[in-house]
């Protein structure tokens, strides 16, 4: 046994093996991640959290991306879906334009009315209406990630979308933390949701859908104990909103997110 041991020794002064700490590596694998992240510089700041009272892990408090936002108005006044996309896709690297995403990427179609029963699509897959002008409506999560892959695969086809509906408070602000961007849906003032007085009949399953009165697409681009940071298509720069406040306007409108990694 002791033979092993000076063997050990020997070979760990031999072949110069790094001996840092686990919590250092953590600190050194997060920073270097969030550092190479698209689009830019990130802030960050971490702190050690005991775990089974022994072992020590690095959980950043505070996350920043470099995030450019984009405005909505004036092309697309019903249009923050595409213009959140826009916004996660030029950080990524790519450019591309909020009209282009919303005329030729994201699937639309019109509400109908025969006999005076008004038909539409279901907004889970499909826009509704067009988000140029007061007839836009809105498209959640399912069709947003189909759109952004079909832009994917349109160019190098090296990055995927992927619906994280349902994502909780620690998951949302893990995906930020590792430097990727949440497209989320909540409700325009963080408030309770609202819906409009009529709606009409889902072409696809014949049930009567009433859409929501105050939703609306937003970037969730930061974070800190309190609170996150988000590129709003309505307003320049970055807002910051409490932590409840979003999470309840998220909770609201269903917990639909969209990420692309």
């Given at each position: 046994i002791v033979v092993i041991a000076v063997w050990m020794i020997a070979l760990i002064v031999a072949t110069g093996i790094n001996t840092v700490s686990a919590a250092e590596a953590v600190s050194e694998s997060t920073t270097e991640k969030l550092e190479k992240a698209q689009g830019g510089s990130v802030e960050v700041e971490m702190e050690q959290a005991q775990s089974n009272g022994a072992e020590t892990e690095q959980r950043a408090t505070q996350v920043l991306l470099d995030?450019?936002?984009?405005?909505?108005?004036?092309?697309?006044?019903?249009?923050?879906?595409?213009?959140?996309?826009?916004?996660?896709?030029?950080?990524?690297g790519y450019t591309v334009e909020k009209t282009e995403l919303?005329?030729?990427?994201?699937?639309?179609?019109?509400?109908?009315?025969?006999?005076g029963v008004t038909?539409?699509?279901?907004p889970s897959g499909t826009?509704?209406?067009?988000?140029?002008?007061?007839?836009?409506?809105?498209?959640?999560?399912?069709?947003?990630?189909g759109a952004a892959n079909g832009y994917l695969k349109a160019h190098d086809g090296k990055m995927?979308?992927?619906?994280?509906?349902?994502?909780c408070e620690e998951e949302l602000a893990a995906k930020i933390e590792s430097g990727t961007p949440v497209i989320l849906w909540t409700t325009m003032y963080f408030n309770d949701a609202q819906y409009t007085q009529?709606?009409?009949?889902?072409?696809?399953?014949?049930?009567?859908?009433?859409?929501?009165?105050n939703l609306h697409c937003v970037v969730l681009v930061g974070y800190d104990e309190e609170d996150f940071v988000l590129c709003n298509p309505l307003q320049d720069g970055t807002q910051?909103?409490?932590?409840?406040?979003?999470?309840?306007?998220?909770?609201?409108?269903?917990?639909?997110?969209?990420?692309?990694?």
């Amino acid at each position: 046994i002791v033979v092993i041991a000076v063997w050990m020794i020997a070979l760990i002064v031999a072949t110069g093996i790094n001996t840092v700490s686990a919590a250092e590596a953590v600190s050194e694998s997060t920073t270097e991640k969030l550092e190479k992240a698209q689009g830019g510089s990130v802030e960050v700041e971490m702190e050690q959290a005991q775990s089974n009272g022994a072992e020590t892990e690095q959980r950043a408090t505070q996350v920043l991306l470099d995030v450019d936002n984009i405005l909505q108005n004036p092309e697309l006044p019903n249009g923050c879906e595409a213009t959140s996309l826009a916004i996660v896709l030029n950080y990524l690297g790519y450019t591309v334009e909020k009209t282009e995403l919303a005329e030729q990427y994201i699937p639309s179609g019109a509400l109908t009315t025969v006999s005076g029963v008004t038909y539409g699509p279901d907004p889970s897959g499909t826009y509704v209406g067009n988000p140029a002008d007061s007839t836009g409506y809105y498209v959640l999560a399912e069709g947003l990630a189909g759109a952004a892959n079909g832009y994917l695969k349109a160019h190098d086809g090296k990055m995927v979308a992927t619906n994280i509906s349902g994502a909780c408070e620690e998951e949302l602000a893990a995906k930020i933390e590792s430097g990727t961007p949440v497209i989320l849906w909540t409700t325009m003032y963080f408030n309770d949701a609202q819906y409009t007085q009529y709606g009409w009949v889902l072409e696809e399953t014949g049930e009567y859908y009433v859409p929501y009165a105050n939703l609306h697409c937003v970037v969730l681009v930061g974070y800190d104990e309190e609170d996150f940071v988000l590129c709003n298509p309505l307003q320049d720069g970055t807002q910051t909103v409490a932590k409840t406040d979003l999470m309840h306007g998220y909770s609201e409108l269903g917990m639909c997110a969209v990420v692309i990694e």
